[in-house]
């Protein structure tokens, strides 16, 4: 009773930003994002009947009490959904800058979600694992799939209307994306945390739903006419908004650093260049830039030689979950 599955991190290009539900990921809006190919997590789980509790490495580390925590919540439910009982080990290996607004979290419980269902043999569609992954971070849903795709927001109470669906494959659009790492360590205020005070608190949020919706509609027809300015117009206002509902929470509180808004300027500048280029900013300080295959490289050049970013790194449109062995 094993499985290994890896999962690739997604960006979101239209934001999931507040729940309707805290304990079963059901987000207030829809969102769409795209997978990546460079961050990954690769998880096995081992089911054990001898076991007495899970039990969770991380990156060939235990990890601590209130992170196992986490993942046998996770576990209790995929336990539920195939009506199994036993206890497992748990071995992820994270190819992602953890908590530095890159998504791991998407990546990690997709891969899990994957590993666990196979290694209890059930077979499942996308849909359903997708709404398995769901209920362990809810951008984790989008991470089953490759390529563009879009996550449901739903309306009903139980979640199973709450699913992601590919738009278009990885190979469909030749686009890069360029992720910015200005700061590795752990961000002092979770995506879950801001989500939760943002909606409560911020007078902004209103705004951000009247809109996002609207946002949506338009980034899938761009995305379907490969209308690539108009698709970086959408992403960039649409991150801005978000990123703006947080400062109006009470206590306001704002992902980013001096070095983000170097890069979102030095990005407007490549456009007056003539380089196609657009960002976006998901729940931390990093920038993540969209461009052209053929400007990858110069885009790179420059994002580099911005004082305050320590690495770029060049993607592309990623994979959905897949098996091992790796």
């Known amino acids: 009773m094993e499985a290994t599955a890896r999962a690739h991190t997604n960006i979101a290009l239209i934001k999931y930003w507040g729940k309707r539900?805290?304990?079963?990921?059901?987000?207030?809006?829809?969102?769409?994002?795209?997978?990546?190919?460079?961050?990954?997590?690769?998880?096995?789980?081992?089911?054990?009947?001898?076991?007495?509790?899970?039990?969770?490495?991380?990156?060939?580390?235990p990890a601590g009490a209130a992170e196992t925590a986490k993942i046998s919540r996770f576990m209790d439910k995929i336990r539920d959904f195939a009506g199994a009982k036993w206890y497992a080990v748990?071995?992820?290996?994270?190819?992602?800058?953890?908590?530095?607004?890159?998504?791991?979290s998407a990546s990690g419980m997709a891969a899990l979600a994957a590993a666990a269902v196979k290694a209890l043999g059930l077979q499942v569609d996308g849909r359903t694992l997708s709404k398995l992954a769901r209920q362990g971070s809810g951008s984790a849903c989008r991470s089953i799939y490759g390529g563009f795709v879009e996550w449901q927001k739903g309306e009903k109470a139980d979640g199973s209307d709450s699913y992601a669906v590919p738009l278009l494959g990885r190979d469909d659009w030749e686009l890069s994306?360029?992720?910015?790492?200005?700061?590795?360590?752990?961000?002092?205020?979770s995506s879950r945390e801001g989500m939760k005070r943002t909606v409560e608190t911020s007078p902004f949020y209103a705004g951000w739903l009247e809109t996002v919706e609207k946002d949506l509609a338009a980034a899938k027809s761009a995305i379907a006419r490969r209308d690539f300015a108009l698709l970086g117009r959408i992403l960039e206002a649409n991150a801005l908004k978000m990123h703006a509902t947080t400062l109006g929470a009470d206590p306001p509180f704002l992902y980013w650093q001096s070095a983000t808004l170097d890069v979102m300027r030095e990005v407007e500048l490549l456009r007056e260049r003539g380089i196609e280029a657009y960002f976006t900013i998901d729940a931390g300080p990093n920038v993540k830039v969209l461009?052209?295959?053929?400007?990858?490289?110069?885009?790179?050049?420059?994002l580099a030689a911005i004082p305050g970013v320590q690495r770029v790194f060049i993607c592309h449109p990623g994979p959905g979950v897949s098996y091992g062995p790796y």
């Open 291 to 302: 461009c052209g295959r053929k400007d990858e490289e110069a885009v790179r050049e420059t």
């Open 177 to 189: 994306i360029l992720s910015c790492l200005l700061e590795s360590k752990q961000k002092k205020i």
């Open 90 to 104: 748990i071995e992820s290996e994270n190819e992602v800058p953890t908590a530095a607004g890159l998504a791991s």
């Open 21 to 61: 539900d805290e304990k079963l990921f059901l987000p207030m809006n829809s969102s769409l994002s795209i997978t990546l190919d460079k961050f990954y997590t690769t998880t096995k789980v081992v089911f054990d009947p001898a076991l007495k509790a899970d039990r969770f490495f991380l990156n060939g580390k």
